[in-house]
Nanobody, 126 residues
Framework: QVQLVESGGGLVQAGGSLRLSCAASGGTFSSYGMGWFRQTPGKEREFVAAITPSGGAAYYADSVKGRFTISRDNAKNAVYLQMNSLKPEDTAVYHC???????????????????WGQGTQVTVSS
């Protein structure tokens, strides 16, 4: 069983930056695709970014492209989300997730992910 723990959230002013981390334990981390999703009250979980097991390819939602960067360190069993030029609409709980499957298309569907972290709150003030 894989366990995921997010950290790095907080309160930041619009235009600022945050770096989220997700520490994984259990399983073979370097074999899994990883994703970041976010959720606000009353809304569906929204895809943010994902990265392949080797880190060789990444996918982004249009709303964060050019501002957010996903990366991973397989030696540390960790995945990161660098968030720059933050906007109030980025305010959400951010979750990391692991997908044991093979990606034949961009992995934007939350239903395909197998394990989730509890999330970390990101609040962007205007």
């Amino acid at each position: 069983q894989v366990q995921l723990v997010e950290s790095g959230g907080g309160l930041v002013q619009a235009g600022g930056s945050l770096r989220l981390s997700c520490a994984a334990s259990g399983g073979t981390f370097s074999s899994y695709g990883m994703g970041w999703f976010r959720q606000t009250p009353g809304k569906e979980r929204e895809f943010v970014a994902a990265i392949t097991p080797s880190g060789g390819a990444a996918y982004y939602a249009d709303s964060v492209k050019g501002r957010f960067t996903i990366s991973r360190d397989n030696a540390k069993n960790a995945v990161y989300l660098q968030m720059n030029s933050l906007k109030p609409e980025d305010t959400a709980v951010y979750h990391c997730a692991v997908d044991f499957g093979v990606w034949y298309r961009p992995p934007i569907n939350s239903n395909q992910y197998d394990y989730w972290g509890q999330g970390t709150q990101v609040t962007v003030s205007s």
